[in-house]
C-alpha cells in the first residue's frame, strides 16, 4: 500500500468476557506498527528507547472485515506464536485462518492490578487460494 494512499479503517475485535471468541481469514498481511500509551496518542517506547510494537491484523468475518490489535509483549502475541509455529508457518499470511478465543483470566499479581486476559489460537496457513478482501 502507497504511504499516501488513505487507510482503511474496520471495527475493532474485542474479547469482553471469557469465551468470546472469532474466526476469520486475514484479508490482508498483518500490518506492524508502534504502540500507542493506553487512552492517549502519544507513541510509547521501552525504558531503552526502543518503539513498542503492535499487530494489526484484519479478519474477513461474515459481517465484514474487522481488526485485532496484538501487543507485541501479550499473551495473545504468544498464543499466536505457538498457533503459526504448530501450522508450520513462519507468520500469519493473507489467506490464512485465525482462531482466537478468550478462556481464563489470571489473577493480578498485585491488588489493584487488571487480571490479565489469556487466550487461545489456532491458525491455518493459506491453501494457494488468494481470499482477498471482500470489497
Do not use: C
Not at 474479547?15 to 496518542?41: I, S, W
Not at 461474515?62 to 501487543?71: C, F, R
Not at 508450520?88 to 499479581?109: C, F, S
Amino acid at each position: 500500500m502507497n504511504f499516501l494512499a488513505p487507510r482503511p479503517t474496520f471495527p475493532t475485535i474485542k474479547f469482553p468476557n471469557t469465551g468470546d471468541e472469532v474466526k476469520g481469514t486475514l484479508a490482508f498481511d498483518p500490518e506492524y506498527r508502534q504502540q500507542y500509551k493506553y487512552g492517549t496518542k502519544t507513541l510509547d517506547t521501552w525504558p531503552d528507547g526502543k518503539a513498542k510494537m503492535q499487530a494489526k491484523v484484519v479478519l474477513n468475518l461474515p459481517e465484514g472485515p474487522h481488526a485485532v490489535y496484538i501487543k507485541q509483549s501479550s499473551l495473545l502475541a504468544n498464543r499466536i506464536r505457538a498457533a503459526v509455529k504448530a501450522a508450520g508457518a513462519e507468520e500469519l499470511t493473507k489467506g490464512g485462518t485465525l482462531h482466537i478465543k478468550r478462556v481464563n483470566d489470571i489473577p493480578p499479581e498485585r491488588a489493584g492490578m487488571k487480571p490479565q486476559h489469556d487466550f487461545e489460537a489456532e491458525y491455518t496457513a493459506p491453501s494457494g487460494t488468494d481470499e482477498g478482501p471482500p470489497f
